[in-house]
């Protein structure tokens, strides 16, 4: 079923963006010719155009587009033209299914709206939302509106902005395991042609329950949405992709029936922060830093993304998926990839990709019975944070009385190759921990031989990711005065040094998957990979009670456990 519709005045299309001419779009050139020279998609009757032609499954009156205004112009920011890439996608359309949910409000929409006031989206775009409230483009554009003027996410509008923004909107409901609303997202996209100089470029985003993975990858292949021979087509899939391995591969297998693993973009948000990215720049842009990343000189390595929210109104999902699924099997496997691979031949999506799934492959594997030795879960209990008193996980609301869920874990990976032999890898997140953190943090073995008086510290280069976005390096240095006296010291280096407001990372990863840029997607062998790597911990917590929870209290580090498990000659961090 559909909505009844007003008919929005419209005007001549601006003309298409000019296109870039940078290495990324050369590379992007030859993504896209790959893309086209790929055997198309078993496309079953009916085709969305021939229902959409038909007139069949929509009441919907005629509606002519207005074309996009270009912002960003004379208002631009010259300080901040040269930290910008200069890359322009293609015109397109978004087609955000779920665009009424809670991801689309609080992160999609003010992201892809501070893209366009930057002026990065050319002026052939426009938005698709695909959801099952049922109401008019009037009610849609009023909702993004809304959720704009009440987002923290998105810059200061520019006077005007908004109101020009608001004619890019468009809203489609219906139910989506039938053919209709595809039927009419197809009609969409015919509309958008005019505008977008002959071609039907999409980007169609699944911002919903992961139930609905499947049967929308299904419903667009199924209408013929994912063939390319008008434009290119992209499917971008939110978290978690899968519940466990054999879950991964059936979702896996199940997209691939209608679309090629070049148009699949699995996003993981961690990756699109600054700091991720510079975790490549520092290590293979610097001669400094390189020849110590290595066994000889690293004593380990500590990876840590805590939290210091509870479950937020999050028991229905997160009683069903844990911390283990979470974070840990995603966004800590990806960091721990991005930290421990070997320099890609080149800076392309498919090399980075290539190394990643490399040592995802050297990694030990930890089958259920050698989880105890290897892993550390716990469940917070009642306890005070920021002065106030909270509750413990088995008493947030919808919560089970005796939930055996973790919501900690901490696990020691170790790498079995030349570079990493000897090596670990500490990797801890947990809710209720004492602040919003998430670091990487290299720490460097001790001088062999320690000539001055007291004990050296170890040397640490940490990468800070959220929040204070930054890198230091933590150094030994001799303080003033006539003895010698080593302390630690800090340098620090800290992104808003800048002067400039960093972009969220899903504007970053929307425009990357606008582009075809593929690098900062995890690809579907990487995926796989990091479900191998969780099921034996996932069999062996899973399979019993855990007697011992809740062991730690709101707003301490974890249990007590997990300082065993890092060693007694090392210690975690205190951040």
């Known amino acids: 079923m559909t909505g009844t519709r007003k008919k929005a005045a419209g005007t001549k299309a601006a003309p298409a963006a000019p296109r870039a001419t940078s290495p990324q779009a050369t590379r992007q050139a030859v993504t896209k010719k790959r893309a086209s020279e790929k055997v198309g998609v078993a496309q079953p009757a009916p085709t969305a155009a021939t229902l959409a032609a038909s007139g069949e499954g929509t009441t919907r009156k005629s509606r002519k587009r207005v074309p996009a205004a270009v912002p960003g112009g004379e208002a631009h920011n010259p300080f901040r033209t040269h930290m910008r890439r200069s890359r322009a996608p293609e015109p397109a359309t978004l087609v955000i299914f779920g665009a009424t949910g809670d991801l689309a409000r609080r992160k999609l929409l003010p992201a892809v709206f501070g893209l366009w006031q930057d002026g990065l989206l050319g002026s052939a775009f426009n938005i698709v939302g695909i959801g099952r409230q049922d109401m008019n483009d009037e009610q849609f554009k009023d909702f993004v509106i809304q959720a704009l003027e009440g987002s923290k996410e998105t810059d200061t509008p520019q006077p005007g902005n908004l109101e020009k923004f608001r004619e890019l909107l468009y809203y489609e409901f219906g139910d989506f395991s039938g053919d209709e609303v595809y039927a009419l997202i197809d009609k969409e996209l015919a509309r958008a042609q005019d505008d977008h100089g002959g071609r039907k470029n999409a980007l169609f985003y699944l911002s919903t329950p992961p139930s609905l993975f499947e049967p929308i990858s299904n419903g667009l292949g199924r209408l013929g949405l994912a063939d390319e021979s008008e434009g290119w087509r992209r499917l971008v899939i939110e978290k978690p992709f899968g519940r466990d391995l054999d879950s991964a591969r059936e979702l896996n297998d199940a997209i691939h029936k209608s679309w090629d693993e070049s148009q699949v973009y699995r996003i993981d948000h961690y990756l699109g922060k600054e700091t991720v990215q510079n975790l490549m720049a520092i290590r293979f842009g610097n001669a400094i ?190 303080t003033p005065g006539q003895e010698m006296v080593l302390r630690e010291v800090v340098m620090d280096f800290r992104y808003d040094a800048f002067g400039a407001q960093l972009e969220s990372p899903y504007s970053r990863l929307l425009l990357d998957a606008l582009l075809g840029d593929a690098t900062l997607f995890p690809r579907e062998d990487e995926v796989d990979h990091a479900w191998q790597l969780v099921s034996g911990i996932l069999e062996a917590w899973e399979g019993g009670s855990a007697p011992e929870f809740p062991n730690y209290t709101s707003g301490t580090w974890g249990p007590d456990a997990a300082d065993e498990l890092i060693g007694p000659d090392r210690r975690w961090r205190r951040l």
């Open 289 to 478: 830093f390189e020849p110590l990343w290595n066994r000889g000189y690293v004593d380990h390595v500590q990876i840590t993304a805590s939290e210091d929210l509870g479950l937020e109104g999050r028991a229905g999902y997160y009683e069903e998926a844990g911390v283990v699924r979470d974070m840990l099997q995603n966004h800590l496997m990806q960091l721990f990839a991005l930290t421990a691979m070997e320099a890609p031949a080149a800076f392309d999506a498919e090399a980075i990709r290539d190394e990643k799934v490399k040592v995802l492959r050297a990694v030990r594997e930890i089958p259920r019975g050698r989880v105890k030795s290897v892993a550390v879960r716990g469940q917070y209990g009642p306890g005070t944070m920021d002065g106030a008193k909270v509750p413990g996980y088995r008493q947030e609301p919808n919560v089970r009385p005796a939930s055996p869920t973790p919501t900690y874990v901490a696990v020691k990976l170790e790498v079995d190759n030349w570079r990493w032999q000897g090596v670990p890898f500490f990797l801890r997140t947990g809710k209720r921990l004492p602040k919003k953190v998430t670091e990487i943090a290299v720490v460097f073995k001790r001088p062999p031989l320690g000539i001055f008086p007291g004990g050296l510290e170890r040397n640490v280069l940490a990468f800070r990711i959220q929040p204070d976005e930054g890198v230091s390096l933590k150094f030994s240095s001799k």
